[in-house]
């Protein structure tokens, strides 16, 4: 990508979860960690007109979007349009190029179906892309001649695979995953290459969630009992790479492999120390869990942000601002 809105980096690791119900005030520290863009892929069988009328109708109404959801406020046209990985459908490459947002290459072959029934892959029922995917797919659906069907699933690689499959038409997927898809590497045997990017959205940020205070770096995680993701997801390479800058593997760690939720209710009921979160804060997953019992975010100093920006071209640093919970 060609801008990914890097954050300027702060020092304090450990950041307290406001629980406004009990605590009664707002964190007051930010949180340093690293994000990767959520992008919006579509089927290269779906058609031009559909995309151009998708991506269209969510950039004229950006302001009504944020009213619905906090993540409508990141939407740009600049970061809508700045993938590289992956050429563009050319529905949402006509649009960005008539606003002066020309992409970097275009699908060639896509968009010459007919479909204006479109499910939309999102991901789990307490994450960041489910809610939004929600409210992109209301928006969508009543103001142009298209039906979308907004779907839960277990996340990045399975949107991708049942896109490929034909079994759903639009999806959510982490940008780094989507490079693994395209490519063949890490979550892919083979590379997957029917599938086009409709626009990036939004930051979504590495939260490393735990009610231990003592837990407050990374490498504290040695020995504890961790939520890595579940399969069909992102999180889980993200997790390793995280591990990985600080000089540990899977093995130094007891692995439970769990979404959003089911990471919450583990959490909640004391049956794991820390669980990694990816997605688009604030995480409803992360709030819900706040509502019950303190909880903390656990945050990365500058060295290993650089070490895992050198791992991935995907990564940036990001802060977590003070009161995002």
């Known amino acids: 990508m060609k801008k990914l809105l890097a954050v300027i980096l702060s020092v304090t690791m450990l950041c307290m979860i406001a629980v406004p119900a ?34 269209s109708t969510i950039y004229e109404n950006m302001e009504a979007i944020t009213e619905q959801h906090a993540k409508g406020a ?38 010459t179906g007919t479909a204006t029934n479109l499910t939309f892959g999102t991901g789990s029922e307490t994450g960041t892309y489910y809610a939004y995917g929600g409210v992109l797919g209301q928006f969508v659906s009543g103001g142009t001649d298209l039906s979308i069907t907004v779907v839960s699933s277990t996340g990045s690689q399975n949107n991708i695979e049942e896109v490929s499959a034909g079994n759903i038409q639009l999806g959510f997927t982490q940008s780094d995953v989507m490079s693994y898809a395209f490519n063949g590497e890490r979550l892919f045997e083979e590379p997957v290459t029917n599938f086009s990017v409709v626009c990036a959205l939004y930051m979504e940020q590495v939260q490393i969630v735990t009610t231990d205070p003592s837990i407050q770096s990374v490498a504290d995680l040695a020995g504890k009992k961790v939520s890595i993701g579940a399969s069909g997801s992102g999180v889980y390479f993200n997790a390793i790479d995280c591990l990985d800058a600080y000089g540990l593997t899977e093995d130094d760690i007891d692995p439970i492999y769990q979404g959003f939720s089911d990471s919450s209710e583990s959490l909640k009921d004391g049956k794991i120390d820390a669980a990694f979160i990816v ?47």
């Not at 590289?84 to 020309?102: D, S």
């Not at 706040?290 to 945050?299: H, M, Q, W």
């Open 74 to 111: 990141e939407l740009s046209l600049e970061f809508a349009s700045s993938v590289t990985a992956v050429p563009y459908h050319p529905g949402a490459a006509k649009y960005f190029e008539e606003k002066g947002f020309p992409v970097a290459a275009v699908k060639e072959g896509a968009g």
């Open 279 to 325: 997605a688009g804060a604030p995480t409803t997953a992360i709030t819900d869990l706040a509502t019950s019992k303190p909880v903390y975010l656990v945050g990365f100093d500058e060295e290993h942000v650089g070490k895992l920006i050198e791992m991935s071209p995907f990564y940036v640093a990001y802060t977590i601002p003070a009161g995002t919970y």
């Open 22 to 55: 009990m605590a009664g005030e707002a964190a007051t520290t930010d949180t340093n960690t690293v994000a990767v863009g959520a992008i919006v892929i579509a089927a290269d069988t779906v058609s031009e007109d559909a995309i151009y009328n998708f991506v």
